[in-house]
């Protein structure tokens, strides 16, 4: 299933869900160890200091964690469903956005597709999340919302700069 132009936009964080889009685990590969990864429990922390200076990828270091994250999300996708709600998924990266930003901070996740924007009302806002390796999960979302977005005269895109 796919979004649909006729429901583009969030009016209240309280209404009835029509549409939403759940991320997946594919390409999942965690930045190489920094002080600034200390929320990570301390598995991860040790896989992380353990692979150097490269990303961490979490479907071959940790395939169990990975499994499970991923029918973490395909049982949430298949949960809104089952309710009624449209659901989307984006796609993998390409090779070009899994190299964007990667010689500041290598890495690729596209776990939280909430995270890099913001809706109100029919404004949405790319944001610029902080740290380099999570930038780019915009692209795949784009492909998703662009459409939309096009399609309805009213509705505003923006795209916060890098800082």
């Known amino acids: ?4 132009a006729s429901c583009f936009g969030v009016y209240t964080d309280y209404g009835k869900l029509r549409g939403a889009i759940v991320g997946n685990a594919e390409g999942l590969s965690l930045p190489p160890f920094n002080p600034t990864l200390h929320h990570y429990n301390d598995e991860v922390q040790a896989a992380l200091k353990a692979s150097g200076d490269q990303p961490l990828d979490i479907r071959t270091a940790m395939p169990e964690r990975w499994e499970k994250t991923t029918e973490q999300l395909d049982n949430l996708a298949a949960l809104y469903q089952e309710n009624g709600i449209t659901v989307s998924r984006p796609r993998p990266y390409t090779a070009a956005e899994t190299c964007y930003l990667a010689e500041l901070q290598p890495g690729a996740s596209l ?8 809706t109100v009302g029919k404004h949405y806002l790319e944001l610029n999340i902080r740290r380099a390796y999570r930038r780019k999960e915009v692209f795949p979302l784009r492909e998703l919302l662009v459409p939309l977005l096009a399609a309805d005269p009213e509705t505003h ?6 800082a």
């Open 111 to 118: 776990l939280y597709p909430a995270d890099p924007v913001y």
């Open 1 to 4: 299933m796919s979004l649909t």
């Open 157 to 162: 895109h923006t795209i916060m700069p890098p």
